[in-house]
């Protein structure tokens, strides 16, 4: 052993160490340039390849603003400000913002992928992208172009994609872009001519609320990218109602929708719990289930129809809500109650609390709201008709009025007495709802032994109504008092109130607040 250690220490093996150490160096040295050529060769060769390839996929004008590569640990690729440019003669009709634009993207591959076309990517990470659909006409103005010539020599299984947003463009007079932002989105199985899957979370401005959606896109549509098919099923959860000022409530909905980016089809149901109106400030429960057709060109969304529930009254609307530029947007809705019951709308509508009034209701109304930064309490607006059956006011007060006045009207006076029976009584009326207001052109009620026919107005804060016309009486004026010496005094006068075959025909005004109402006879008619 000693021979040994001593050996080594001869100028003879001296000499092998040496040779070995520098063997090692010269090694080292020819990995550095080695590595050096490849970073240099690799580089343009990588550019070359994401360029080509997208160009050939997109059949348009790529540029870069910068590509990055190391092989360190293999192929290490990013680069920055990444444009993707439509075809030329869309360019030609007028667009002039990139198809598509990349703040940053990466990806790695083995060495090996140097040597191989395609090239295998695992996951391509992107950051700030943007994609810019021109407006429908300047693709359909566009001829059909040549194709770029080249070959798909990049192959990637999935792309992961931070903070994105498309911006899908119209010419219509009146219209903005539609701007959908996306806070992340993993794609898969993106190949060149199938559909890509896709995993995409994004938060909802107005509403505020989470959105989550899984499904299918593609293949892209080179020629027109906004006829790209888009298919899916989401959830939005979370989604407040108080960031849209005058409404209120927690809203949640789950659909599927399909189609084209143009024209998607959607249907989902939402759910409500504590729908409500800054005009009551009342909860109630509301849930839709509905089926609408979104043109992603306007952001105009058509609804065919809704099927509603609020509270326990069912009902249906259809129309449209759409967007005008610089304003918001604007809602057109048939609404259609068959069979509802008249305080579940009033509860949302109105303060009073108990509503003023139960029943059974019938309505059918035009529901406009224009657009604007106003609550939308101040915007919304109503024309329709209604008929309420079984009415039963909720203030014993004006019930006991309503049943005296029945049974004055059937002559029967000395039985005219509070609590002395519940009359079922009835109305339709015509009516106009705007600027918190309710002014009815028509409003006929009917109870055994009256009609009252009315116009007038009703404020929805409760506070202050104001209505007049006339009473058709089947008794005469002197039937409908107890006393027998002031039925003797009143007959003189029933034949200037008897008319049109009724006992008689008076003049009423029915004014006040909802705190201290007022019935009594109109003296100036």
């Avoid at 020599?153 to 872009?177: A, N, Q, R, W």
């Avoid at 959606?213 to 407040?240: I, K």
């Avoid at 329709?384 to 009025?401: A, R, T, Y």
Wanted: aromatic content about 6%; proline content about 6%.
């Amino acid at each position: 052993m000693n021979e040994t250690i001593s050996d080594l220490k001869t100028p003879k093996h001296r000499g092998v160490w040496a040779w070995i150490l520098v063997s090692v160096l010269i090694a080292v040295v020819v990995l550095v340039v080695i590595g050096v050529i490849v970073v240099h060769r690799a580089m343009p060769i990588l550019k070359g390849r994401v360029i080509e390839t997208l160009s050939t996929r997109f059949d348009s004008r790529v540029e870069m603003d910068g590509f990055s590569v190391s092989v360190l640990k293999g192929l290490e690729v990013s680069g920055d400000g990444l444009r993707i440019y439509p075809e030329d003669e869309v360019v030609a009709a007028g667009a002039t913002d990139p198809l598509i634009a990349l703040d940053h993207f990466s990806f790695h591959a083995n060495l090996s992928g140097l040597f191989v076309k395609p090239m295998r990517v695992r996951t391509v990470q992107v950051a700030g992208m943007a994609i810019h659909i021109p407006p429908r006409e300047m693709r359909q103005q566009a001829p059909k172009g040549r194709r770029h010539l080249g070959k798909i020599k990049i192959v990637v299984d999935e792309i992961v994609f931070d903070d994105s947003k498309l911006i899908i463009g119209t010419m219509k007079p009146g219209k903005e872009p539609k701007d959908f932002e996306m806070s992340r989105i993993v794609m898969r199985n993106v190949g060149p001519d199938a559909a890509w899957r896709y995993d995409a979370t994004l938060v909802n401005a107005i509403p505020k609320g989470d959105i989550h959606a899984t499904g299918t896109f593609g293949p892209w549509n080179n020629e027109s990218p906004g006829d790209s098919t888009v298919t899916g099923r989401y959830t939005f959860d979370h989604v407040d109602l108080n960031t849209i000022k005058g409404i209120g409530g927690m809203l949640s909905s789950v659909g599927e929708f399909g189609g084209q980016l143009n024209k998607i089809i959607v249907d989902g149901t939402t759910e409500t719990p504590n729908f409500s109106l800054d005009t009551a400030d009342h909860p109630v429960p509301l849930h839709t289930k509905f089926h609408a057709i979104v043109d992603g060109t306007s952001g105009d969304t058509y609804l065919q129809p809704v099927e509603a529930r609020l509270g326990r009254s069912e009902f249906t609307c259809s129309g449209a809500v759409v967007n005008e530029r610089g304003k918001g947007h604007m809602i057109d809705l048939d609404v259609n109650v068959p069979a509802g019951e008249i305080q579940d709308f009033l509860r949302l509508a109105v303060k009073t609390t108990p509503a003023v009034m139960t029943g059974r209701l019938q309505m059918k109304t035009k529901l406009h709201i224009r657009p604007g930064p106003e609550s939308v309490s101040k915007k919304i607006g109503l024309k329709g008709g209604f008929s309420l059956q079984q009415i039963h006011f909720s203030n014993p007060e004006v019930e006991d009025k309503v049943d005296m006045l029945s049974l004055r009207a059937q002559g029967d006076p000395k039985d005219a007495k509070p609590g002395a029976e519940d009359v079922q009584s009835q109305m339709v009326g015509e009516f106009v709802m705007d600027a918190g207001r309710l002014s009815f052109s028509k409003l006929n009620y009917s109870l055994p032994g009256a009609d009252v026919m009315l116009a007038g107005e009703y404020t929805l804060d409760g506070e202050r109504f104001e209505f007049e016309g006339k009473i058709r009486t089947n008794a005469k004026v002197s039937q409908m008092v107890a006393s027998r010496w002031k039925s003797i005094l009143l007959k003189p006068v029933d034949p200037f109130f008897k008319k049109d075959g009724a006992g008689a025909v008076i003049p009423v005004k029915v004014s006040g607040t909802r705190s201290a109402p007022k019935f009594g006879l109109d003296l100036h008619r």
